[in-house]
């Protein structure tokens, strides 16, 4: 149990298109979801927390315009990088807080990493 | 806010060796505290958790024991195996008052040889 799924695993694209990743709760409903980018042999960074029905909550530094979160429903959570540049190129993970059971214990998505070329 | 220090890497053992990766957190108050371990090219897995002081957290022969003396929770495997070869991160709530926002230790990698 407590599977989350992210879609794509990989994407490629071009410099100033956007992309959109999704985040889903397999087996149980998420009124939260974090997202997180990580970079290469480094930890997780949080970017966001994506609550259902309402706006995301974007840590500093991140840009709210740049990195669209909508989370509308109990089970998906989607990250939409806008115009896409070089040094958006990551490793982006979700994870998801089950609305019940541990509610401390975060399921990590297993990750979409990010190309812009 | 809250914040933890994790054992730099990498780190390489033999299979069967005893494996020890230190964490120390700064804390206020006595949140949960986690090892989350991330195989590659994939997100992150729960390993274990403790949830207050004292309390051992155990999954698949990993343990760790959330120690408040020391401000400690330090991973430890009796014999490791090649399948255990990951990235190892400490984490905890980012403040006391919130269970659910984590902060991650730097991540240490494992790799265990044959």
């Known amino acids: 149990g407590a599977v989350v799924s992210q879609h794509p695993s990989r994407v490629i694209c071009k410099s100033g298109t956007s992309v959109k990743i999704e985040c889903r709760s397999l087996d149980f409903q998420a009124t939260t979801m974090f997202w997180y980018r990580q970079f290469p042999k480094q930890s997780l960074m949080l970017m966001a927390t994506s609550n259902e029905g309402s706006k995301a909550t974007y840590e500093q530094g991140v840009e709210k315009d740049k990195f669209l979160i909508n989370h509308a429903s109990l089970t998906l959570s989607t990250l939409t990088v806008t115009s896409a540049h070089p040094e958006d190129s990551s490793f982006y993970i979700c994870s998801a807080l089950p609305q019940r059971g541990y509610p401390d214990t975060q399921y990590f998505g297993p990750g979409t990493r990010l190309t812009v070329l | 806010g809250n914040s933890v220090t994790q054992m730099e890497g990498p780190v390489t053992l033999s299979e069967e060796a005893f494996l020890t990766i230190n964490c120390t957190y700064t804390?206020?108050?006595?949140?949960?505290l986690f090892w989350y371990v991330q195989y590659p090219g994939e997100g992150l897995q729960l390993l274990l958790k403790a949830t207050k002081a004292d309390d051992k957290g155990s999954n698949k022969g990993f343990e760790a024991t959330y120690r408040k003396e020391t401000t400690s929770f330090h991973l430890e495997k009796g014999s490791v195996q090649v399948s255990d070869s990951a990235v190892y991160f400490c984490a905890l709530p980012i403040s006391s008052g919130s269970a659910r926002q984590l902060t991650f230790g730097s991540g240490t990698q494992l790799t265990v040889l044959p």
């Open positions: 804390a206020t108050g006595y949140p949960s």
